[in-house]
């Protein structure tokens, strides 16, 4: 057994537990703030535990990915998804993990960085949790080994959910029936901290997402996808270079994750901070090894900036952050783990001036790429052809407004320094 896409589920169990969860969200309150939350979503089709009978689906890596310790189980999953979309777990009732992965818009929230309880803004865009179960590690900084590790956190930062221990949060909920019997379904025990954080994880598995056109032309459909986005295909092994991070290797492309799981400066963010002295600062914090004061760091202070550098105190991790799957992009604006740019273009632009030039850390990679506009088209072409097909309505016109959006402007474009020489970088200062 592997996920509940092939298996049969309990939906009579669920579905009271999504009534509970329901009746449990109402009457939050918050104080008048500026920014808020946003209504918290509820679960529906695109919620749902995925198949594994997809196009371009790693059956292989799929089982191999599936800790020995947490197996998946249909009761177990259920009850994951249910506690995804509860208020409860946060200390407020305002903020469920549904709140800053959203389904509808492909497991993100459409903000640049995310909203919390009591209205607080963190430093950090959130992921999308499809296809996460692939990641080698979570979060932008790798913060955390496995999927367990990742739902703990979010609940006790305070500028997130907001709960002061985990045991807080399953109080919340300890009492309500349904999920006392969730539990003994799942767990043959009552409700505790260690089996809500397998069942949010287990749950968080099953969002495989594949299928897409490009899936269907590596398949061996030559129509599946249009000549420019078979161009842009090229592009992306060759000049565009974008294989160097989003492929295992560079003489044969993976399409299967597009992502080398590591962490690179890209020159986004990090002139805009004074990263030494918060690299200094944050030693002592990092020396602490306190799992949940780095994530605190990373996500409410200015030195979320530094990136992987916060994990492995190491100079050549400075503002370097993790290579993203770039499946469903073009749902996930904005982008970058600062949600800095809006739009596929925004990106493409980036990358083809080879930004970050007064970065001392910039990864020895990014240079400049002159591509001119059409290969640029072409790229954002190959791009939106990783679109899932329950996802397609919403592509289709998320990526008409970015392309309406680039014709009005573009930020990063600068044509001179794309088709000129690699400037000289910086020597990085003593730390």
Not at 209 to 229: E, K, Q
Not at 296 to 316: E, N, P, V
Not at 378 to 401: H, I, K, N, W
Not at 404 to 413: D, I
Request: include cysteine; glycine fraction near 6%.
């Amino acid at each position: 057994m592997l996920v509940a896409g092939c298996l049969a589920r309990p939906r009579v169990a669920q579905t009271q537990l999504h009534a509970h969860v329901q009746t449990g969200n109402e009457g939050g309150t918050m104080a008048s703030l500026t920014h808020r939350p946003p209504p918290l979503p509820l679960p529906g089709p695109l919620s749902r535990p995925r198949s594994l009978h997809q196009v371009g689906v790693p059956i292989d890596l799929t089982h191999r990915v599936i800790p020995s310790d947490n197996p998946q189980t249909p009761e177990k999953i259920a009850l994951g998804e249910v506690l995804f979309f509860d208020g409860r777990l946060s200390a407020d009732g305002t903020v469920a993990c549904a709140t800053c992965h959203d389904p509808g818009r492909a497991f993100t929230d459409g903000r640049p960085t995310s909203i919390g309880i009591r209205g607080c803004v963190g430093q950090r865009n959130a992921p999308t949790i499809l296809n996460a179960l692939y990641n080698a590690t979570q979060f932008w900084d790798g913060r955390a080994p496995t999927l367990e590790q990742q739902a703990a956190l979010p609940i006790v930062n305070p500028c997130e959910m907001g709960q002061p221990t985990l045991d807080a949060a399953v109080a919340a909920i300890a009492n309500d029936p349904a999920y006392r019997d969730a539990f003994q379904s799942a767990f043959t025990r009552a409700p505790n901290a260690d089996d809500l954080l397998r069942a949010i994880a287990s749950y968080e598995r099953t969002q495989i997402d594949y299928d897409t056109p490009f899936d269907r032309f590596i398949a061996g459909d030559g129509r599946a996808i249009g000549d420019d986005a078979k161009r842009g295909w090229q592009l992306f092994n060759a000049r565009g270079r974008c294989n160097k991070c989003h492929a295992l290797t560079e003489t044969t492309p993976d399409p299967t994750n597009f992502t080398d799981n590591d962490f690179h400066n890209i020159g986004i963010g990090i002139i805009h901070h004074q990263v030494v002295p918060l690299a200094r600062k944050a030693e002592q914090l990092i020396e602490s090894g306190n799992a949940v004061a780095v994530d605190r760091a990373a996500i409410q202070t200015d030195m979320s900036a530094l990136g992987r550098f916060l994990i492995t105190k190491k100079q050549a991790d400075l503002a370097a952050f993790k290579t993203p799957n770039i499946r469903n992009l073009v749902l996930t604006a904005p982008y970058f783990h600062d949600g800095s740019q809006e739009t596929l273009w925004d990106i493409a632009d980036h990358y083809n001036k080879g930004d970050g030039v007064e970065d001392p850390w910039l990864d020895e990679d990014i240079q400049p790429l002159a591509l001119r506009e059409n290969e640029i088209d072409d790229l954002v072409a190959f791009m939106a052809s990783l679109t899932s097909p329950e996802y397609a309505a919403f592509g289709q016109s998320e990526l008409a407004r970015q392309r309406a959006l680039a014709q009005l402007t573009r930020p990063q474009r600068d044509t001179k320094r794309a088709f000129g020489p690699k400037p000289t970088q910086p020597k990085p200062p003593p730390l």
